[in-house]
């Protein structure tokens, strides 16, 4: 299977995961998920693992879900699914690093392709409807069971998974790309255990990920083995900053009421408990989130001004306080507090977490313009991120901006591989134009060069069903 097609089908998949609820950019986890996932990816170019055809082609982006089961997988084309359950009960991110990179492996060896070449009797889009049925078989087994039934692709479903050997091949180069990044080798066998004890409660009985697969005593015992090798180290300990940031994947994935009172009945005991500072911060971090969202904001504040007390003497921990102080306060409705708390510091607003909010806190505070002028910037350099341009869409509409707003809009949509929807928007934004609503005739030009675009990736799409 060529480069190219295996990334159209991955496109595919990825399109019909964006449209799930369950679907979430949330930019903090992103951020500290990317971050990891970029230093593997240099260990494994570093190493030749990572082919610059590779390299180029494949979209390499991270997919998170609100899914509370612990599993992450690879699919087609780059794209990674992390669910949030797997970022809340990891204990550090040598942990997460150590999935991260065995699934990393599985797209550099290319094992999806070398399986899906195998089905001669099966086109690749009746594989994909197999893939997105197992996904769906996450929240309901029966309506996942349906759609893989519906694809035609349940006799290929073991065929699917990946074999042994591949497994072997995973665990090995992951892991020698993991610590070529720096990670400490220790998480890989924890994970493994985790894992392991995971599987034993989180089986439903439905059609597994592509990646799935049993966790076998064998492979833990190679892990432990490969670690004899090396000098003994401690074991890995529990950072604030990754405390903080499981808890914010708890929260994220249980939005129910009753998850959030436990958060702040579970902050109210700790405060006589004898914790670790890390874990002091989880629950603080927690209880402060969980608090907004129950829109108990006085509750909120005070639960965050004990975590900013808490870190104030951890750089890392104490920029990601500051990041919750500006959200509790946009969810307040101060926007000008968030503001504030966002001010521009030495490296400006390179961070995709502090952007985002401070272009959310400016908007609302009349200060559009601005905005507009840091998103452009961003796009320009990633023109793949949904978010960037729904917020620079709303920094358009609040400058009265109506054709830019809605081709910004319309890009949101390609950015998330709806071209249909793309090009719905930019035939609206056409109609503007002829309706003299808000003439500029430089972004008219703009609308009529990528309305073809879409047009032309609209009718290869066609081609491919």
């Known amino acids: ?30 951020d500290y998920v990317q971050g990891i996932w970029q230093r593997l990816r240099d ?120 074999s042994r050997d591949m497994e072997r091949e995973a665990d090995r180069v992951g892991y020698s790309v993991m610590t ?67 808890a914010r994947a708890r929260i994220l994935s249980n939005t129910d009421v009753d998850s959030r009172r436990a958060a702040l009945s579970e902050a ?56 919750l102080g500006a959200e509790l306060a946009l969810d307040a409705g101060d926007a000008r507090r968030a503001a504030a708390v966002l001010a521009p510091g030495p490296d400006g607003l390179k961070a995709r977490p502090v952007l985002f909010l401070w272009a959310r806190a400016m908007t609302q505070t009349g200060q559009a313009a601005q905005v507009a002028e840091q998103l452009q910037t961003w796009v320009a350099q990633w023109p793949r991120d949904a978010q960037a341009w729904q917020l620079l869409s709303a920094a358009y509409a609040a400058q009265g901006l109506r054709l830019r707003a809605v081709r910004a809009d319309a890009e949101a949509k390609a950015a998330h591989l709806d071209y249909a929807a793309a090009q719905n928007r930019l035939k609206a934004a056409q109609d503007m134009v002829r309706q003299g609503v808000g003439v500029d005739h430089f972004e008219a030009s703009i609308i009529d060069t990528r309305s073809r675009e879409i047009g032309l990736l609209l009718r290869e799409q066609a081609l491919e069903r």
């Not at 006085?298 to 900013?308: I, P, S, T, V």
Request: charged share 20%.
């Open 268 to 323: 109210a005991v700790v405060q006589q408990a004898p914790l670790t500072p890390a874990r002091q911060s989880a629950v603080f971090y927690a209880a402060a989130l969980a608090a907004s969202g129950l829109r108990e904001f006085a509750q909120a504040a005070r639960w965050h001004a004990r975590l900013e007390t808490l870190v104030r003497d951890n750089a890392p921990a104490a920029y990601q306080a500051r990041l």
């Open 43 to 162: 260990a494994a170019r570093a190493r030749g693992e990572l082919s610059a055809e590779l390299d180029e082609r494949f979209a390499w982006e991270i997919l998170l879900g609100r899914d509370r089961s612990v599993n992450a997988f690879a699919l087609p084309g780059g794209y990674m699914g992390v669910h949030l359950g797997l970022i809340a009960v990891v204990t550090s991110e040598d942990e997460l690093a150590s999935v991260l990179a065995h699934e990393l492996s599985h797209i550099t060896q290319r094992h999806i392709s070398r399986l899906i070449g195998q089905q001669n009797s099966q086109g690749p889009w009746v594989i994909a409807a197999m893939i997105l049925g197992a996904l769906a078989a996450s929240r309901s087994p029966q309506a996942g069971s349906a759609l893989i039934a519906g694809g035609q692709a349940v006799a290929i479903q073991g065929q699917l998974n990946f």
């Open 180 to 246: 070529q990044a720096g990670f400490k080798p220790q998480g890989f066998v924890s994970m493994f255990e985790k894992l392991q004890q995971a599987n034993r409660f989180n089986d439903t009985g439905a059609f597994p990920y592509l990646r799935s697969h049993p966790l076998t005593t064998e492979r833990i015992a190679d892990m432990q083995a490969r670690q004899q090798l090396l000098p003994r180290a401690a074991p890995a300990s529990l950072t604030m900053v990754h405390a903080m940031l499981a």
């Open 1 to 30: 299977m060529s480069t190219s097609a295996e990334r159209r089908l991955g496109d595919r998949i990825a399109r019909e995961i964006y449209r799930d609820p369950d679907y979430i950019d949330d930019p903090v986890l992103v």
